[in-house]
């Protein structure tokens, strides 16, 4: 800062103080980079990021949940969380997030549906943090996902463990004798009534030469 004395006009004296500004404009410069890249790992993030109160009232939503589920921050801040999760895995998200506040948290992924902006839903991979004793924070953290190729695959299993357990069921139904093979004459099924004919139980005969199962164990 510069101050001086003027007498009729003219200045007489000038004297000032001058402080090095440079260390603090480094800091606000470094601070202002940390800030950037903690803004932009949220952003670009693979996961939703979503912030509740303890009543699970939206506080924020993350550009990244946003790409997820398609709703903007200000179209959803204030409402209840639990309004945007299908109803058959609403009352799993409210338990889980009972735990979570109260600290006896032991599964920390739950999986379930997200409603979209678009009125579908996704099949997420949830993760609940409560930080509620962290004074920059304040809140309870919530991380999602997409779950679709996980639960596509678990359910393309579930429908093809079905789909043998009703061709055994078939198999062992009838009073002929049935066996399978791939194109190697390796046996992929063998019934009940030609294990009751050979003796020889399926264990033995699975995922062996059809020929070198008769000729080794069956003696008529």
């Given at each position: 800062s510069m101050s001086g004395i003027i007498e009729n006009g003219f200045l007489l004296r000038v004297w000032g103080t001058q402080q090095d500004i440079t260390e603090k404009r480094k800091i606000?410069?470094?601070l202002n980079e940390s800030e950037q890249f903690?803004?932009?790992?949220?952003?670009?993030?693979?996961d939703g990021i979503i912030l509740t109160d303890i009543d699970g009232k939206l506080d924020f939503i993350s550009p990244s949940a946003t790409t997820l589920i398609g709703y903007e921050e200000a179209e959803?801040?204030?409402?209840?969380?639990f309004e945007y999760i299908h109803p058959e895995?609403?009352?799993?998200?409210?338990?889980?997030?009972?735990?979570?506040?109260?600290?006896?948290?032991?599964?920390?992924f739950i999986s379930i549906r997200l409603l979209k902006k678009n009125g579908e839903y996704l099949w997420t991979m949830v993760r609940g943090q409560n930080m509620l004793d962290n004074p920059a924070v304040g809140k309870i953290a919530i991380y999602f996902s997409d779950d679709t190729l996980r639960k596509s695959t678990e359910q393309a299993?579930?429908?093809?463990?079905?789909k043998l357990r009703m061709q055994s069921t078939i198999?062992?139904?009838?009073?002929?004798?049935?066996?399978?093979?791939?194109?190697?004459?390796?046996?992929?099924?063998?019934?009940?009534?030609?294990?009751?004919?050979?003796?020889?139980t399926e264990a033995d005969a699975i995922d062996r030469n059809f020929q070198e199962v008769l000729k080794t164990d069956?003696?008529?």
């Open positions: 606000e410069l470094k903690y803004r932009n790992l949220i952003a670009e993030s693979l959803i801040k204030g409402a209840n969380i895995e609403r009352d799993l998200a409210i338990q889980s997030f009972k735990r979570e506040i109260a600290k006896e948290q032991n599964v920390k299993l579930i429908n093809s463990e079905k198999l062992n139904s009838v009073t002929d004798l049935i066996v399978t093979t791939d194109l190697f004459i390796k046996v992929t099924s063998w019934n009940k009534m030609i294990e009751k004919v050979t003796g020889i069956y003696s008529p």
